[in-house]
């Protein structure tokens, strides 16, 4: 059995903390060259980028190295620029993946790309213009925004629904998949006769903080509730508000269709109160077990719903796989081989993934700007 250690470096920047995270390599993987950077927020703003990382590190070992966004990225768009420049000084990097690709990244992207033309990049969930996106990275990975603007409504619809309510605010709003996507849910619930609400909720980088937009949450959905029914779906556009959106939905017996990021991880175990260990094998058949038993006895069997992989795990690791096989000589460089990529996913989701590509309003398409999307599992 080949000995394992976690090394965890801590190096002090002039503009922040860098925290490099590796694991020493196993012997196969000690005779191939090349690295991938994988950057991932940290544990607090989503655990499944920040484990999906850890999950490379253990099979990669050194091969990969993993640091994490500052928890205020709004307010760190210096640090984030250092941190990805920092990259450029390792020549083994080839290649790198960004996971959640959050305001400020196109910025660091573009100081790294000053003296590195070599490193293949990867981002997941960009949250900038998707031409400025696609002009700086190789592949785009990224859950199928606008076609949840009509899968969403349906599965609430499914679930019971007559009210769909849509939890956001401005900085979401102002990226243009968000805000297309809502629209898009605007008019789907019209065709399907539901009620659309709008409703605007506190930004966790705001003045109120994260603390703040989460009690936002736990004390709107009730009076929602009060007021259009418990036949009302509830979903929102920011990750740290699903942990007490569901717990909301789930004491108020409404509906949830699905989380931002579709998973069986995003907000339901600690939402449930359900221990969960990503890095232990079947963890997620032990997770999605615990929670239709959980919803069960809760009296909310078939109002809750999510996709059956956790679609942020899936793109790291994907996106990590497919780097792999550029650096290994498998795959070209300049040429996105799509056929491969969607077997690295399906090869993680063990379901069908499908992907398309993304094509503005001009009917410019984006060939490597890809749009992914999945069957609901429902609980």
Not at 110 to 120: G, H, S, V
Request: hydrophobic share 40%; charged share 20%.
């Amino acid at each position: 059995m080949k000995n394992r250690w976690i090394i965890t470096t801590a190096v002090v920047l002039a503009l922040g903390l860098f925290t490099v995270v590796s694991i020493a390599p196993a012997a196969e993987a000690a005779a191939k060259k090349g690295k991938v950077a994988i950057v991932t927020n940290t544990v607090s703003q989503n655990e499944e980028e920040y484990r999906s990382a850890q999950e490379m590190v253990k099979k990669y070992g050194d091969r990969i190295v993993h640091v994490t966004w500052p928890d205020n990225f709004m307010a760190e768009q210096e640090q984030m620029v250092s941190i990805v420049a920092k990259l450029a000084y390792d020549p083994e990097i080839k290649a790198l993946i960004i996971n959640q690709a959050v305001p400020g990244t196109n910025a660091a992207v573009d100081k790294l790309l000053e003296t590195r033309k070599d490193i293949f990049i990867v981002y997941a969930t960009p949250q900038e213009n998707p031409p400025d996106v696609a002009a700086r990275a190789q592949l785009i990975i990224q859950p199928d925004e606008l076609g949840m603007g009509d899968a969403i409504p349906i599965q609430a619809k499914k679930l019971g629904a007559k009210t769909f309510v849509h939890y956001s605010f401005p900085r979401h709003m102002s990226q243009v998949l968000l805000s297309s996507r809502r629209e898009l849910m605007r008019k789907k619930c019209a065709e399907i006769g539901l009620e659309f609400v709008d409703a605007t909720a506190p930004d966790p980088t705001g003045d109120s903080g994260l603390p703040g937009a989460q009690q936002f949450i736990l004390e709107d959905v009730p009076k929602m509730v009060a007021k259009y029914g418990k036949d009302t779906a509830f979903f929102s556009t920011n990750c740290a508000m699903q942990i007490p959106l569901i717990k909301a939905v789930v004491d108020a017996k409404a509906i949830y269709p699905q989380p931002c990021c579709p998973s069986p991880y995003h907000g339901f175990p600690t939402a449930l109160g359900i221990q969960s260990n990503t890095e232990k094998q079947g963890n997620l058949q032990h997770v999605i077990a615990e929670t239709k038993r959980i919803l069960k006895e809760k009296g909310v069997s078939g109002r809750l719903s999510t996709w059956p992989v956790p679609v942020a795990m899936m793109a790291t690791v994907a996106g990590t796989e497919y780097a792999m096989k550029i650096i290994n000589g498998e795959v070209a460089f300049d040429k996105l081989n799509v056929p491969v990529l969607e077997k690295c996913m399906a090869d993680y989701a063990k379901v069908k993934v499908t992907t398309n590509p993304y094509i503005d309003e001009a009917g410019k398409k984006y060939p490597t700007y890809l749009f992914v999307l999945m069957d609901f599992l429902t609980y």
